[in-house]
């Protein structure tokens, strides 16, 4: 007898983000562990937040329980010394606005960390750090102003924590950008390399990219031509994934990381859980019992539903793109409530 085909059957790896996918910030989300652990899949944690160096972030890792080890970590702060590579010859003074251990990834990579703008550094890289203020993000701003190279780890506007979303390092950038006019090159995701660079370490020929962002996590999947997974449990919501342009929409989604154990039909665009779409005008309108599953599961069901029918419409060009959704059921509307 041949087994119901899931996610985890039909890839050979998994590359997960790991700020509102795995945990939040710090704090593990219910049941991911246990889903990991039964997948048996290798596994690559891709993150953006620059914050900390690989051996700290597995150590975060093992204290929820997972078996994890520095080279199962790809930063957008390795990301981003791998494409400095490409535009500062090592041996360069640069100037980091980020973490020791953003800094001593520079150092590995022979260049010659300072700290002002005095001293004339090649490159600006800028990456996550709480401790980062005026004065720090003034010097990038006066050694970019002479003429520095602007390197960012990462463009995330937010950084998902148990409080809520703090900000992130993209919005720090942004204040930098704000006073020179300077756009950074960006190393991390949504650009494909760290994707290509996971999948790599892992001997991967067909990896599932796993994440709960659609700017980042989901479209640097799709612009690395891999198939991905969104989990409805962090910074993008139901609404942001129905109107999402194509480069940033996911093959498959679901409520939570279960997902990837159950059937791909189940976490696959079109009627899911009871539920059936059909476009009136410029509205999708979403009908049907629900009887399939309740909470946040039967919200991903009507997402799954109606994305079926806007993705088939919408592009990026489309003067006739679906604009709303509307509810003709009861379980319908109950479903729709639970959408943020």
Known sequence: MTSTPTLATTHDALLLD????????????????EVLTATSLPMQFVTNNAS??????????????????????????QAAIELAAAHVPAGSAVLVLGTDSFKDLARAAGYA???????????????????????????AALAIANGALYLASNLDTTLPMERG?????????????????VEPISAGKPLPPMF??????????????????????????????????????????????????????????????????????????????????????????????????SGEHAAANLLLTAAEVVWATNDDTNPNAITEIRASSDAAQAALDQWR
Request: charged fraction near 15%; charge should be negative; hydrophobic fraction near 40%.
């Open 18 to 33: 790991l700020d509102g996918t795995v945990y939040e910030g710090g704090r593990p989300i219910a049941g991911v562990l």
């Open 52 to 77: 900390r160096a690989p051996h700290k972030v597995a150590e975060q890792l093992q204290g929820i329980g997972y078996n994890a080890t520095a080279d199962d970590v790809m930063t957008s702060a």
């Open 113 to 139: 960390v300072v700290d002002s703008a005095d001293d004339k550094p090649a490159a600006v890289f800028q990456g996550h750090n709480p401790n980062t203020g005026w004065a720090q993000l003034s010097e």
């Open 165 to 181: 979303r703090y900000v992130g390092n993209g919005s720090m950038v942004a204040a930098v950008v704000s006073a020179t006019g």
């Open 196 to 293: 290509f660079s996971a999948a790599a370490k892992l001997n991967s020929t067909s990896p599932l990219a796993v994440g709960d962002r659609l700017d980042t996590d989901i479209a640097g999947g799709v612009a690395a031509n891999m198939d991905t997974y969104m989990v409805i449990s962090g910074v993008s919501g139901h609404f942001d994934t129905l109107f999402a342009p194509p480069a940033h929409r996911p093959k498959y989604l679901g409520a939570t990381m279960a997902g990837l154990t159950q059937p791909v039909s189940s976490v696959t665009p079109g009627p899911q859980g009871g539920f059936l779409a059909h476009r009136d005008g410029a509205a999708v309108v979403v009908s049907g019992d629900g009887s399939i599953a």
